[in-house]
T-cell receptor
């Protein structure tokens, strides 16, 4: 069965430092997509970055990069140069071969001034 | 281009009442998905609808919950006889048809409706 695991309930990072949020996944599908979303305290889900299972290069979007290690089934999110506004819940999600998204339980990131 | 719209943003109901949550997809999107987020948890898939069709309702509780996406108007998630355990955030997402060549089939999420059952 498909599953997303985020083992870090909470993380702290100093402003301007980089931080890595862990995500591992389990699927028997060959074709799948991996997503990261940010959920600030206001509650909306903000799309950050996407990685397809056949993409050979790691995805990058501004300060966000996805460290995709297919053999290890991991899709860690790296945020460089953290900002106070990065404080939020972060969810890793997988879309199976069709349309269904499976979400992890999230990591709460707190950026310290 | 307006994003996915959900209303109300906050809804308070007493036990036994009905809750109706509305979702208007992005312009040009004909596919709608509902997810539920219980406190301190990730989102969980509930149902996938196209206009006038329920495609997959495998995540819907068997009783009291129903969803529709009529030909005209928003998608509605309806919860009858609400109980305290229904308190959660309910997110709607929309997408163009999957595998329509529109990229990686991203679902665009609305701001959510926070349901509180007293």
């Amino acid at each position: 069965a498909q599953k997303i695991t985020q083992t870090q309930p909470g993380m702290f990072v100093q402003e301007k430092e980089a931080v890595t949020l862990d995500c591992t996944y389990d699927t028997s599908d060959q074709s799948y997509g991996l997503f990261w979303y940010k959920q600030p305290s206001s509650g909306e889900m903000i799309f950050l970055i996407y990685q397809g299972s056949y993409d050979e290069q790691n995805a990058t979007e501004g300060r966000y990069s996805l460290n995709f290690q297919k053999a290890r089934k991991s899709a860690n999110l790296v945020i460089s140069a953290s900002q106070l506004g990065d404080s939020a819940m972060y969810f890793c999600a997988m879309r199976d071969g069709t349309y269904k998204y499976i979400f992890g339980t999230g990591t709460r990131l707190k950026v310290l001034a | 281009n307006a994003g996915v719209m959900q209303n109300p943003r906050h809804l308070v109901r007493r036990r036994g009442q009905e809750a109706r949550l509305r979702c208007s997809p992005m312009k040009g999107h004909s596919h709608v998905y509902w997810y539920r987020q219980l406190p301190e948890e990730g989102l969980k898939f509930m149902v996938y609808l196209q206009k006038e069709n329920i495609i997959d309702e495998s995540g819907m509780p068997k009783e009291r919950f129903s969803a529709e996406f009529p030909k005209e108007g928003p998608s509605i998630l309806r919860i009858q006889q609400v109980v305290r355990g229904d308190s959660a955030a309910y997110f709607c997402a929309s997408s163009p048809p999957p595998f329509s060549g529109s990229g990686y089939n991203e679902q665009f999420f609305g701001p959510g409706t926070r349901l509180t059952v007293l």
